[in-house]
């Protein structure tokens, strides 16, 4: 399973980022979906996940300002990010979950303030 992670950059704070992830490999519409973030000297922690039916589930800092959806025709993850803050700014990595998990490389997101 491969998966290409792309979006990331520099913001201002109050801006928005939307992160892609695309996957292939093995077949996408049956993977729950999920972007975790690090940042520095930091542990990982999930930001948000949408399974292959669609339910999702967010971290409670990301609630109301961070929306993740899948298209299954392309493959690809989204995570649209809006009011980002400072806090957000960390390594976002796309994870694809077949019962084993996929990391995709990481995308850097940074907010000034």
């Known amino acids: 399973v491969q998966l290409q992670a792309s979006g990331g950059g520099l913001v201002q704070a109050g801006g928005s980022l939307r992160l892609s992830c695309a996957v292939s490999?093995?077949?996408?519409?049956?993977?729950?979906m999920s972007w975790y973030r690090q940042a520095e000297g930091k542990q990982r922690e999930l930001v948000a996940a949408?399974?292959?039916?669609?339910?999702?589930n967010y971290a409670d800092s990301v609630k109301g300002r961070f929306t993740v959806s899948r298209v299954n025709a392309e493959s690809t993850v989204y995570l649209q990010m809006n009011s980002l803050k400072p806090e957000d700014t960390a390594t976002y990595y796309c994870?694809?979950?077949?019962?084993?998990?996929?990391w995709g490389k990481g995308t850097q997101v940074t907010v000034s303030s």
């Open positions: 994870v694809a979950n077949y019962y084993n998990m996929y």
């Open positions: 949408i399974t292959s039916s669609g339910s999702t």
């Open positions: 490999g093995r077949p996408f519409n049956i993977a729950t």
